[in-house]
């Protein structure tokens, strides 16, 4: 009778571990968000700290060390990432005191203060995307360098154990010619410095940090499909050495661990540094697509792995990014100005559940706006010179709505004008003089928002977000590309 007993146990026991291992993954779900600042008019940083702490978002990446942003985190129980901007890598590579000052300045005063104001930094990640492909050979060949003296100071202060370096890797650095997973591998370019990364990481029992891009892979690409990239249940399934992709993300994910696995790190934990989908700023760009693509993210990786690693998900995933950002290049499109869950002064676009807990994302509070001004064109004065105007007027300000696609792109003729306009009013704090253009504009209280068109009144803010200055040309070029996007719409419309 006992023996029937323990029989009965051991098989129950059996039947529960396998419903645990089919219904739920190995590790928590682990959502962050990335935190960048190249906007014009960024929300004051103890006001972003607290849009985090009222979504529940515990994980957060910077780009920087920027001084104001981590006092606004001290103390609120948020883990950080720190980055280092590709600048820097030259000299933390060729000079141990370098990085022996950076960590002085940027981490251990920060991590060592009182338990109510101390930083919760768990990563420094070194250098931005330094592999992607557009930079050749600026960056990538100082990241290991700058890397291995980071963490020699790191050891110095007594930190190595409590924080960790990961070198983030674009999207582009890996590949796979047949578009599968099983020919992954990475850009032969790299190899060899690929190859001392991953000796870097494995040696330290640091993850491998990564930037996966199913909106780029469709938008650039076109090999994978609108569903396949949004988690569709009528998405065609790719089929790849016996195993079926139904997802975009899956495809990628896996096109990554063989490559990981061809270069001889098969088990290396990964990090995704960013994923998102934006919503303006190109078709497809929009925000319910947004949500379609956070939601199915977000539902995927809490039921299971792929299937390359079915019970292995990522240690963490950080969504790109919380707000919109209208100083971002848009070298590779205007909608590099638009992946924020929220916009720039930090109003939901869509609903989605980053905290397991609501469907509903708090807006941020309290937020300081200009007056309710805009600046429009003047119908009462000649139009000759309007081209040229609105040419001047986006050089600088943000018109990357109006671009093919966009929330804005079938305004009619001089309403697009207008939205020129006025996005360079708002950005120059509504001053008087930023409104003159030659005298065709003219600021006016009413709202001239058309539909899912918005005309944005600017924030009252002193403060203006540091620009790398390794994106200076990228700047200049998204520049360009802009002012011949409007100035092709304002043909069309003639």
Known sequence: MASTNLHFLLKWFMLLALFSWVHFPSRALAIGVNWGRMASHPLPPAQVVQLLKANKVTKVRLFDADPDVLESLGGSDIGVIVGVPNTMLRSLNSSLKAAENWVHDNLTRYVSAGASSAVQIEYISVGDDSFLQSYGKQFYPFVVGAAANLRTALIKVELAEKIKIVIPCSYDAFLSESGLPSGGQFRTDINKTMSEVLTFLSKHRSPFFVTISPFLSFHQTKNISLDLALFKQTARPRNDSGKSYRNGFNLSYDTLVMALSSAGFPHLDVIIGQIGWPTDGAANATSSIAQDFIRGLLGHLDR??????????????????????????????????????????????????????????????????LSSKWCVVNNNKGMSNLTAQASQACSTADCSALSLGGSCYNLSWPANVSYAFNSYYQQHDQRADSCAFGGLGL????????????????????????????????????????????????????
Not at 330 to 351: C, L, P, S
Not at 452 to 481: E, K, N, W, Y
């Open 304 to 369: 299971s792995g792929t299937p390359l690693r079915p019970q292995t998900p990522p240690l963490e995933t950080y969504i790109f990014s919380l707000l919109d950002e209208d100083q971002k290049s848009t070298v590779a499109g205007n909608f590099e100005r638009h992946w924020g869950i929220f916009t720039f002064d930090g109003q939901a676009k869509y609903q989605v559940d980053l905290s397991h807990g609501s469907n509903r994302l708090v807006n941020a509070q309290n937020v300081q706006y």
């Open 443 to 494: 600021i006016t209280t009413v709202d001239p928002s058309v539909g899912s068109c918005r005309f944005p009144i600017g924030l009252r803010s002193s403060l203006s977000a540091p620009v790398d200055r390794s994106t200076m040309f990228h700047l200049f070029i998204s520049q360009v590309v802009t002012i011949a996007i409007l100035s092709c719409l304002m043909r069309e419309t003639w």
